[in-house]
């Protein structure tokens, strides 16, 4: 099956084969084509070049007329808590009188809340709803995205959220990771120490699902000692981990995760520069979630003090009912350049090849790149990367090829 666009007024996202992720000054480029042509070729980007030096030879199946618009790779998402039941509106008022995450999670609201009433859900429903999400997420032009258990909090309800992610993973274009995230609250019913044992024992059942592990490591949840016996866990289990850190407090998080070979560090919304240090030459993504700092009114992490620094930076919606209840990777963007001073560029490249990186699929995704799966957007004619974080409400997609 071959499929032509046509008459594309911009092609964004021109990445070379091999490289896997952005750093420092390079995040400041992305090649571009004007007025250029690609072709797909069974789900793959085969070729693409300028409109006047199409080979007569590009056979296809099938034609879309850009008729101006500009493709680029759909966004990746490499940390999402779309799997839940229910929704948490209550706290989203006690949140608006004033009371702060922490606040509401120490009166027994926030992560334990939405646990409980996962408890009391079905997998089948559980699956339906978190579809839902799904489903909006794809129509906002994500193409690739990790979801992360973490609302079950004892084992049986941990893997039916991994059974459920693994079910998405099966029925949806896009490309879905799965993380175990059992370390993200002490479970009711459990001591500190017994939940963490608990975890840890419940790993090499979790690894039977999931890519990835993670830790709540941050203030009022998990040290940087019960973060390192679970990666351990994780380690002999084959998952490599992804870990919260930084978002309540400095939190050690940063460290214990690059010692572990971290695929990434997310939050970052407190950084020191001693931070900085660790992650540089190391293989781990730095990754901030401005949807969180947005909804929650926290500082906004140190992105441009990271990238001037040498460093990769990811950005992810953090998509969850208690600190971002929103997977528009757009609206991330745009909170990349108007709350972090990142350029559209940067804020692009945080978005798709990084984002990617920082689950794992930067060699099949998050750029135009011949052999990567075309994972695909099309804008209404006259869009440009500037003007997606600018006119960042404005009607833009015409469609999403995944
Ligand atoms: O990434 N910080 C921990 N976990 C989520 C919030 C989860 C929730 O409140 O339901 C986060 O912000
Ligand atoms: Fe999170």
Redesign the pocket.
């Known amino acids: 099956m071959k499929m032509l666009i046509e008459n594309i007024g911009l092609l964004a996202g021109i990445v070379p084969e091999g490289v896997l992720r952005k750093e420092g000054v390079e995040m400041a480029e992305t090649g571009t084509l004007e007025n250029a042509w690609l072709l797909v070729e069974d789900g793959r980007i085969a070729d693409f070049g300028e409109m006047g030096k199409m080979p007569d030879q590009v056979g296809h199946d099938e034609v879309i007329d850009a008729e101006g618009g500009m493709v680029m790779p759909a966004f990746c998402d490499s940390?999402t808590?779309i799997v839940?039941a229910g929704s948490?509106e209550g706290e989203f008022l006690d949140k608006i009188r004033g009371l702060s995450?922490e606040e509401?999670?120490a009166r027994g609201g926030?992560?334990l809340?939405?646990s409980d009433l996962l408890h009391r859900t079905s997998e089948e429903d559980l699956y339906a709803q978190s579809m839902a999400r799904v489903r909006e997420m794809m129509a906002h032009g994500t193409g690739a995205m990790e979801i992360?258990s973490?609302?079950g909090l004892n084992p049986e309800d941990e893997l039916k959220m991994l059974r459920v992610i693994a079910r998405i993973k099966e029925s949806v274009p896009a490309i879905v990771r799965s993380t175990y995230?059992g370390a993200?609250?002490v479970g009711r019913g459990y001591s500190h120490d017994e939940y963490v044992q608990t975890v840890i024992d419940t790993t090499p059942e979790a690894a039977r699902y999931a890519d990835f592990i993670d830790v709540?490591c941050?203030e009022g949840?998990f040290t940087p000692e019960d973060t390192a016996r679970i990666l351990e866990a994780g380690a002999a289990a084959g998952l490599r981990p992804k870990i919260?850190a930084n978002?309540?407090a400095v939190s050690g998080g940063v460290e214990v995760g690059v010692r572990y070979d971290a695929l990434s560090v997310?939050?970052l919304e407190r950084t020191t520069p001693a931070q900085i240090d660790v992650l540089k030459g190391s293989a781990t993504m730095p990754t901030m979630?401005p949807g969180?700092s947005f909804f929650?009114g926290i500082p906004f992490g140190n992105a441009r003090g990271f990238i001037d620094a040498g460093l990769p930076l990811a950005l992810a919606s953090?998509y969850?009912?208690?600190?971002?209840p929103s997977g528009d990777m757009r609206f991330v963007m745009a909170l990349g350049c108007i709350r972090m001073r990142l350029t559209p560029v940067e804020a692009f490249n945080a978005v798709t090849l990084n984002s990617a990186y920082a689950m794992g699929i930067s060699d099949i995704a998050g750029s135009i790149t011949r052999g990567k799966q075309a994972k695909l957007l099309l804008t209404e004619p006259g869009w440009n990367l500037t003007r997606l974080a600018y006119h960042y409400r404005t009607p833009w997609l015409r469609q999403v090829i995944l």
């Open positions: 940390h808590h839940y948490r995450y509401i999670a926030g992560i809340n939405s992360k973490g609302y995230l993200h609250a709540f941050d949840f919260h978002e309540l997310d939050h979630l969180s929650l953090d969850n009912p208690g600190s971002s």
